[in-house]
């Protein structure tokens, strides 16, 4: 189905803080967060990683943003280990270390 071509992303830019601020919020907290991922050809119905008790840090098989970036852009068609062109003309990596995680595929 459309789910086959399609990556649906739910997503914020940080995770928040475990605990509640004094103004009775939460701050940004880049250590860790959850990503839901429906589609694009991957396999589903898993968690990857996880966090100690209080969701503050990563305890085993963090997901980076490079990572992140590798699973999105496999998703558009792009390859993880192409190079663009920088604007001196040098070549860089699109992804430098980014790998879609193998549980995904």
Request: glycine letters at 14%; a negative charge.
């Amino acid at each position: 189905g459309m789910l086959d071509d399609t990556l649906v992303v739910v997503a914020g830019e940080f995770g928040h803080t475990p605990r509640i601020n004094a103004n009775a919020g939460r701050d940004h907290w880049p250590q860790a967060q959850s990503i839901l991922l429906a589609g694009g050809g991957y396999r589903h119905g898993q968690v990857i990683g996880a966090t100690n008790d209080k969701a503050e840090y990563p305890t085993s098989r963090p997901v980076g943003v490079e990572d992140f970036c590798a699973i999105v852009y496999r998703a558009v068609g792009l390859r993880v280990d192409d190079h663009v062109l920088d604007l001196s003309g040098r070549p860089t990596h699109l992804v430098p270390g980014g790998e879609v995680p193998v549980e995904l595929l």
